[in-house]
């Protein structure tokens, strides 16, 4: 397989969708067949240079972060420019790489829905998306950095072998979908003493009352 990828981190230098994508890589190059060509796509010049080069593709993989739930707005301007091309993308196949700091997939899920529905409008075959959360750290070998990594690394390589994902490797993936309800408890017991320990006391010293650190005044 030809495959395309285009990185969409807006971020000039490291990133961590180069970071995963490198893993990626090595897997799907376990094939001797497989062929790439990377397109990194951050700047006003380059993303005219990454629609002409989807235009030309038939296997195409785009990886971004995930911004508010959503995309960087230099993949929703891409997107949003493959509208005049429509007819030139039928039967292309394309798949998803998002890949952000929260660890749950259920902040990724909505966003899957709109990229299945973007191949749909442009004709082109959905190959799936694959869902990292907790990713924020890996340019800094955060821990865990090493099984996301070898993960990624794997679904190169099973879908270098195959040309497509498997599901049930992306859904092991991506997971928890939701955190515990344990650790939910501990989050908020952390930032209860976060705010009693660190806050009211930062508050206090600053002659501000507990009270008026949650003053709305625009919205009064
Ligand atoms: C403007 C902005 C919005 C972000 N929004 C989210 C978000 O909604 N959820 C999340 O988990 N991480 C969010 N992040 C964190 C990034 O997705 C995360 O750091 C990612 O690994 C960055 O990838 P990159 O280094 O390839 O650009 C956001 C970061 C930025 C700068």
């Known amino acids: 397989m030809k495959l395309l990828i ?5 971020k000039l230098g490291i990133n961590n969708t180069s970071i995963l994508l490198d893993k990626f890589i090595l897997g799907f190059k376990e094939n001797p067949d497989n062929t ?6 951050n700047t006003k010049e380059t993303y005219q240079k990454a629609v002409n080069e989807f235009v030309d593709a038939d296997n195409i993989l785009i990886a971004f972060p995930l911004y508010t739930y ?4 230099g993949i929703k301007l891409f997107f ?8 030139k993308c039928h039967g292309k196949k394309v798949a998803f790489l998002v890949q952000y700091g929260f660890v749950e997939a259920t902040h990724a899920r909505p966003l899957e829905k709109y990229l299945a529905f973007i191949c749909k409008i442009l004709e082109c075959e959905y190959m799936g998306t694959i869902i990292k959360g907790g ?7 955060q821990i865990g950095a090493k099984k996301i990594l070898r993960g990624m690394y794997e679904i190169g ?3 270098g072998a195959c040309g497509k994902f498997d599901y049930d490797q ?28 660190y806050w009211e006391r930062a508050f206090k010293k600053n002659g501000i009352s507990v009270k008026e650190s949650f003053a709305k005044p625009y919205g009064e």
């Open 6 to 10: 285009i990185n969409g981190s807006p």
């Open 157 to 159: 390589k099973s879908f």
């Open 135 to 141: 990713c924020d750290g890996l340019s800094r070998n």
């Open 80 to 87: 949003e420019s493959l509208e005049h091309y429509q007819k």
């Open 70 to 73: 959503s995309m960087p707005a």
């Open 36 to 41: 790439f060509q990377i397109c990194r796509m």
């Open 170 to 197: 992306l859904n092991h993936y991506s997971a928890p979908e939701v955190t515990k309800k344990m650790n939910r408890l501990l989050v908020k017991i952390m930032f209860w003493a976060i705010n009693k320990f």
